[in-house]
T-cell receptor
Framework: DAKTTQPNSMESNEEEPVHLPCNHSTISGTDYIHWYRQLPSQGPEYVIH???SNVNNRMASLAIAEDRKSSTLILHRATLRDAAVYYC?????????????FGQGTRLTINP | SQTIHQWPATLVQPVGSPLSLECTVEGTSNPNLYWYRQAAGRGLQLLFY??????ISSEVPQNLSASRPQDRQFILSSKKLLLSDSGFYLCAWGPGLAAYNEQFFGPGTRLTVL
């Protein structure tokens, strides 16, 4: 999988928007951008994915740069439950079997 | 809807003892199945994956093994545990081979080897 770079940690306040950045300058044209999060003492949870266009779902929005070298996960109104480690992962079609390669992620702290 | 179960939730085992962790998936057929491990303070590492009954691929050489005796059952085993086998073991399933497919993780088993 192509490499991603994320800040080690970020902090935000409850009920405010959160923008989590991810750089993936070596992304190929067919790589999908996936985001997962892991709450304390739980397994990872799928959040969202995209290829070229911005994506929205009930959990978050994904904004993808026009050159696809970076993306931003947007939590529109953070709650305390959103405190977790967020992983940005690139998925390569040629790999097969959906292997996910987790980096260190961004630890998000939400202040009440 | 699909659900994934893992048991036990926690396990404390002595060095040299055997291990068997079980994972089952409900509500889907022919899933891809995965075992990951997360050591304390570290990221997730893929250990094994399976695309069908009896088909196991190993990602990391170690004293662990995996088996898939039924379509929706995935078992992680060891004949003799090492201290370094301690960690958080996660089973996951995925619906297909495409790069846009998600993976869905179980609640995990926290293993402590003493």
């Amino acid at each position: 999988d192509a490499k991603t770079t994320q800040p080690n940690s970020m902090e935000s306040n409850e009920e405010e928007p959160v923008h989590l950045p991810c750089n993936h300058s070596t992304i190929s044209g067919t790589d999908y951008i996936h985001w997962y999060r892991q709450l304390p003492s739980q397994g990872p949870e799928y959040v969202i994915h995209g290829l070229t266009s911005n994506v929205n779902n009930r959990m978050a929005s994904l904004a993808i740069a026009e050159d696809r070298k970076s993306s931003t996960l947007i939590l529109h109104r953070a709650t305390l439950r959103d405190a977790a480690v967020y992983y940005c992962i690139l998925r390569t079609p040629s790999q097969g079997a959906q292997k996910l390669v987790f980096g260190q992620g961004t630890r998000l702290t939400i202040n009440p | 809807s699909q659900t994934i179960h893992q048991w036990p939730a926690t396990l404390v085992q002595p060095v040299g003892s055997p291990l068997s962790l079980e994972c089952t998936v409900e509500g889907t057929s022919n899933p891809n199945l995965y075992w990951y491990r997360q050591a304390a303070g570290r990221g997730l590492q893929l250990l094994f994956y399976s695309v069908g009954i009896g088909q196991i691929s190993s990602e990391v050489p170690q004293n662990l093994s995996a088996s898939r005796p039924q379509d929706r059952q995935f078992i992680l085993s060891s004949k003799k545990l090492l201290l370094s086998d301690s960690g958080f073991y996660l089973c996951a399933w995925g619906p297909g081979l495409a790069a846009y497919n998600e993976q869905f993780f179980g609640p995990g088993t926290r293993l402590t080897v003493l």
